[in-house]
């Protein structure tokens, strides 16, 4: 048969063979979306012709329906055909677990979750590893399944309340993603009493049980004791509530005089203004500024961060227990620092009019900030000054101050290197910090949203400058050798459905998104950002668009940094609260002095761990956060508050208060006005005989109607004194 030329002048057969196999390619993978560049890299096809080739038959596959176009030239199988095929395949993913009982298993390899029934959940629980059990794909369904093995707990204990009833008890999760009791037999409580927090572990979980069993390894106290909660968060997560006597016994020996024999073998910046810039509250200082005027003209800034990895050596108690705990975490009324406090708020931290141990990153610039030479290395460093971003601001609006021509300075110079990161497309991301005024007890008295200001972004534009220079000395390729081994601060390209999703989320909202290049992205996010300030749909649109992007992680393999536009980034800044940052400078160091790569596997796995613990401590930080907004409404049961509706589903409208920033529901069963049903298209609730619409974003009156202080739920029902139009 005579070949023919299709369109791009690519030589091809009628019935090319090459079609059943790309077919096969994706009707053996029916829920995954390739594009063509990953069709070819599976099928092994390198040179440009045949990857041209897979371009047309993903058209052709296309036209004939046998795969359908997602977006952006991605493909997926058809899942009409799938309708009579029966599939055995079984798949391992992490569970999602609702407060239903229903849950979502998140598998790599899958672009959506596995939707899995309350009665297929089996022995799973929130946060497991499971095998599951894929069922035949029905048209118009997502996926589903039945978890057919747990194999990894996600946690390894649980924190709840225990009931006590004749001969047995039961501990009751405070997470609402663990909706099964823990069966726990009288002789297994050791000294837990009726209605006390506790801490247990599951013992074993019985074939036909329909509840796990368990013991009681630690009374906690009693509910509602600020202690109590915040330790049971901690406990939830499982972060320790005290350093092991090893590693305190280690921080004891740490001497706070630095030898001469170490000052000799450093930088000397003592004789140069410095100064630290921290929240009023800090204690552990990591980051110092130096300043000074070169004879050039010029100004050289020192960028100057605690020198832990002096103190502490790999493979020590104080080292173990830093990469376990992985970070320090903040909750509402207390800092659990990663390192002793000998440490984290002594030795290390960089206390004003006393010497201290640095690795620093020094830059001279000129007056627009552009960098002609820098330097990476030990130093020592008498800062002059403590201040707290508020003394700063003001300072910056005009206000008098000490030293306030050297801070006008910096300000300047970090206002030039910002607008530089933005002019090449990074992105001005806006997240809600919600503060608290508590009493001695630490019950709330009220609340507040913590704002960034040009203080703020003095220090991180340092910062992040700091961050990406170090990643490029040892990331950016050197003639033909192979970039040594190193810690990255990575973040990966959205996900381009999320991407579209929230494009036209934001079209029925009355704004635009330009999904072009990376750098028409960012400008569209930052101008979005721009329109919707001071306006009531404000914090529901950039919650959306946090959630859109991919999670910032850490990584060996450099990706670099979407958000930021960096093609190299790290974390070298706070090497108090963070491990990654101490690897970063223990591998910096190491590089300087020309020694060889270190061990890729070995500092991937620290990678993966650092990325977990991180995520935990936000959790839990957030976790804290809920419980102090439900201890702050507890008390105002029946009163009304104003705020905006920052959700919508099939169970009722979540609602976001005004000022505190709590967050609760108003359940459809509370809404008995009308028979409502959810528009999920328009994000919005409407009344199916009245047509009353509660959309997205709106302005809306509540009253408090319930507070679950344990489980950190609020429940609100509608005040029909607010007019609607």
């Not at 939707?115 to 022995?123: P, S």
């Not at 999670?551 to 960096?566: C, D, P, R």
Request: aromatic residues 10%; charged residues 30%.
């Amino acid at each position: 048969m005579a070949k023919k030329k299709s369109g791009s002048g690519v030589a091809h057969s009628k019935n090319d063979p090459f079609i059943s196999t790309v077919e096969a390619l994706f009707s053996t993978n029916p829920f995954k979306a390739f594009n063509f560049r990953q069709v070819s890299k599976l099928l092994g096809i390198s040179d440009k012709v045949s990857k041209e080739h897979v371009r047309i038959i993903l058209e052709k596959l296309s036209a004939k329906e046998t795969i359908i176009e997602l977006n952006r030239g991605k493909f997926k199988y058809n899942p009409d055909l799938l309708n009579d095929k029966i599939l055995t395949a079984t798949v391992i993913g992490v569970v999602d677990m609702k407060q239903t009982g229903k849950a979502y298993v998140s598998v790599a390899d899958l672009d959506e979750d596995v939707f899995v029934g309350a009665g297929q959940t089996g022995h799973a629980l929130h946060g497991d590893t499971v095998k599951v059990h894929l069922f035949p794909l029905r048209k118009g369904r997502k996926v589903e399944g039945q978890i057919v093995e747990v194999l990894k707990r996600g946690r390894s204990q649980y924190v709840g309340t225990v009931q006590v009833t004749g001969k047995f008890a039961f501990l009751i999760p405070d997470d609402v993603s663990i909706p099964i009791d823990i069966f726990i037999p009288k002789e297994s409580l050791n000294k837990a009493t009726h209605g006390q927090k506790a801490i247990a572990r599951i013992t074993e979980w019985p074939e036909r049980s329909k509840n796990p069993y368990g013991e009681i390894t630690d009374v906690l106290g009693k509910p509602g004791d600020n202690n109590v909660e915040m330790n049971s968060i901690l406990a939830s997560f499982e972060f320790p509530l005290q350093f092991r006597p090893e590693t305190l016994k280690e921080a004891d020996k740490i001497p706070e005089k630095i030898s001469d024999e170490e000052i000799a073998k450093r930088r000397d910046f003592r004789n140069i203004w410095t100064c630290t810039i921290d929240p009023p509250d800090a204690k552990d200082f990591d980051d110092a500024l130096s300043l000074r005027k070169l004879d050039s003209g010029e100004w050289e800034v020192g960028v100057h961060i605690a020198d832990v990895s002096h103190y502490v050596k790999p493979q020590t108690a104080l080292d173990k227990e830093a990469y376990d705990r992985g970070t320090s975490i903040y909750l509402v009324d207390r800092t659990i620092p990663m390192l002793p406090e000998k440490l984290s708020n002594m030795v290390c931290s960089l206390r004003p009019n006393e010497d201290k141990l640095c690795f620093s990153a020094v830059f001279t610039l000129d007056e627009k900030a552009k960098i002609s030479s820098e330097w990476f290395g030990k130093t020592i460093i008498n800062s002059d000054r403590r201040y707290s971003y508020e003394e700063v601001q003001v300072m910056i609006e005009g206000a008098e101050g000490q030293y306030k021509d050297e801070l006008l300075i910096l300000n300047q110079l970090a206002e030039q290197l910002r607008e530089e990161r933005f002019k090449k497309g990074s992105i001005a991301f806006h997240t809600t910090e919600v503060k608290f005024i508590l009493d001695e007890n630490g019950k709330p008295l009220d609340t507040y949203v913590k704002e960034q200001k040009e203080a703020n972004m003095l220090i991180e534009d340092f910062m992040l400058l700091a961050n990406r220079r170090v990643a490029e000395k040892i990331g950016q390729k050197k003639g033909q050798s192979t970039p040594k081994t190193f810690v990255y601060r990575v973040h990966d390209e959205p996900n381009p459905d999320k991407l579209a999703k929230f494009s036209e989320f934001l079209t029925k909202l009355g704004y635009k998104l330009n999904l072009g290049s990376h750098k028409s992205v960012a400008n569209s996010f930052n101008n979005l950002f721009e329109q919707i300030a001071g306006k009531g749909e404000k914090t529901m649109i950039e919650t959306i668009a946090i959630r859109t992007m991919s999670k910032a992680e850490y990584s060996t393999v450099n990706i670099g940094h979407y958000g930021l536009s960096f093609p190299f980034y790290t974390h070298f800044t706070s090497p108090i609260r963070r491990y990654p940052d101490l690897m970063v400078h223990r591998l910096l160091e190491w590089y300087l002095e020309g020694k060889g790569s270190a061990s890729k596997e070995e500092y991937e796995e620290y990678c993966v761990h650092s990325s977990e613990m991180e995520r935990k401590a936000v959790e839990a930080e957030r976790a804290s956060v809920k419980y102090k907004q439900a201890e702050y409404l507890q008390d105002k049961i029946g009163q009304s508050f104003n705020g905006l509706i920052s959700g919508v589903s099939k169970y009722g409208i979540f609602v976001e208060l005004e000022g505190s920033k709590c967050e609760g529901m108003v359940s459809m069963k509370y809404m008995d006005d009308d028979f409502y049903y959810l528009d999920e298209d328009n994000y919005r609730v409407i009344g199916q005989h009245h047509g009353r619409e509660f959309k997205l974003g709106a302005p809306i009156k509540i009253r408090v109607k319930r507070v679950d202080l344990q489980r950190k739920q609020m429940d609100f029902v509608l005040d029909n004194s607010m007019s609607f139009s």
